[in-house]
């Protein structure tokens, strides 16, 4: 059975840092482009960040480089997005999910937040006071 179960969400104060974190299980994690997306109330799913572990490609939306840090542990099939200097704006609920087409969707460029995901998480809250 193909799981992403996210964690690490929770209410924290502008400027401060939380780090997500997802576990994958039921494919082989080593192949895959872990993405990490957010939808906040009334807004449509947006794209955050993404690593490719075949090439360790990463991808940024604008709005949180510089900010926000992905990773993954393939020995515990774990990603991790690591975010500091947290913003009101960064208040979603926020997902994982894996592509195992990657690098044939990007043609060997890497990952990207635009590509079609097969497999999701549950999502996991995260709340920024101001």
């Known amino acids: 059975e193909v799981q992403l179960v996210e964690s690490g969400g929770g209410l924290v104060q502008a400027g401060g840092s939380l780090r997500l974190s997802c576990v994958a299980s039921?494919?082989?994690?080593?192949?895959?482009?872990i993405g990490w997306f957010r939808q906040a109330p009334g807004k449509e799913r947006e794209g955050v960040a993404c690593f490719g572990n075949k090439d360790g490609s990463t991808y940024y939306v604008n709005s949180v480089k510089g900010r926000f840090t992905v990773s993954t542990d393939k020995a515990e099939n774990t990603a991790y997005l690591q975010m500091n200097n947290l913003e009101p704006e960064d208040t979603a609920v926020y997902y994982c999910?894996?592509?195992?087409?990657?690098?044939?969707?990007?043609?060997?460029?890497?990952?990207?937040?635009?590509?079609?995901?097969?497999?999701w998480g549950q999502g996991t809250q995260v709340t920024v006071s101001s």
């Open positions: 039921g494919f082989r994690f080593e192949n895959v482009a």
């Open positions: 999910a894996a592509d195992s087409l990657y690098l044939d969707r990007s043609e060997g460029y890497g990952c990207h937040v635009l590509f079609q995901y097969e497999y």
